[in-house]
């Protein structure tokens, strides 16, 4: 299986019916989405402790939104789903492997960092009054489960990982594609904390599970398969925060 996942890696994919230059616009309109979803949110929401974790769910509905409109076109709207004959993934298994791989990454991260914390984008629930409003729970499980998934799958694995493979080359646009997420992360959901574990949280989690995400994508084919072991991640997340908030 890991053979067949390096040497997927190695080789050179078609390059998607998009230019470089696309790509990058769209990283630039995801960052501006969550600018533009946080700001609403702040001014619909004012009195809300959880406005920003509003704001990060209308952020990924725009970039779903911004994604799919820009690849409207029948060929780029193809290739942002699957590579050329790849098979649909099945869905059930890649939910299991993707859990499993979750919760073997908060391990290593609790033996990192010594702290046993939700995800950066649910700290806002960890650190906000108890008990937890049943609508904050609600909209953080729309958002880990289903939105954030598909809207990063698609920009990262969908749009850049192709992108960047193409021009960099296989390995490098592999890391550079989980580079970006991790960045992205880092900027957008900082997590609030200090020094190494704020780093560890905000930057090294999500860049080893941008390795993952792209590993799927580049191993089935398929984006919607990278969505699934991201929407598992989600599971797990919520989970999680249950599980420490009680």
Do not use: C
């Amino acid at each position: 299986m890991f053979q067949r996942l390096f040497s997927r890696i190695t080789a050179v994919d078609p390059a998607p019916p998009w230019t470089l230059t696309n790509a990058l616009t769209t990283l630039v309109a995801a960052f501006a989405a969550v600018i533009l979803g946080s700001t609403l949110a702040a001014v619909l929401f004012i009195d809300s402790f959880y406005n920003l974790l509003i704001g990060w769910t209308l952020a990924a509905l725009l970039m779903i939104g911004f994604v799919l409109f820009t690849r409207r076109e029948p060929a780029s709207l193809s290739a942002l789903w699957r590579s050329r004959g790849a098979a649909e993934p099945n869905a059930f298994f890649l939910l299991l492997i993707g859990i499993g791989l979750a919760v073997t990454l908060d391990i290593i991260t609790r033996g990192v960092t010594i702290s046993f914390l939700p995800e950066a984008e649910l700290m806002v629930l960890y650190f906000g009054p108890r008990p937890t409003p049943p609508a904050a729970l609600i909209i953080a499980i729309l958002y880990m489960a289903l939105f954030q998934p598909f809207a990063e799958a698609m920009l990262f694995q969908g749009v850049l990982l192709p992108s960047l493979r193409g021009w960099l080359g296989p390995w490098p646009g592999f890391l550079a594609t989980a580079a970006l997420y991790g960045l992205f992360h880092l900027l957008m959901y900082p997590a609030p904390l200090q020094g190494f574990p704020g780093i560890w949280y905000s930057l090294v989690v999500p860049f080893i599970a941008a390795l993952i995400y792209n590993s799927v994508r580049v191993y089935t084919g398929s984006t919607r398969a990278a969505a699934l072991a991201h929407i598992a991640f989600g599971l797990f997340a919520i989970l999680k925060l249950l599980t420490i908030v009680g």
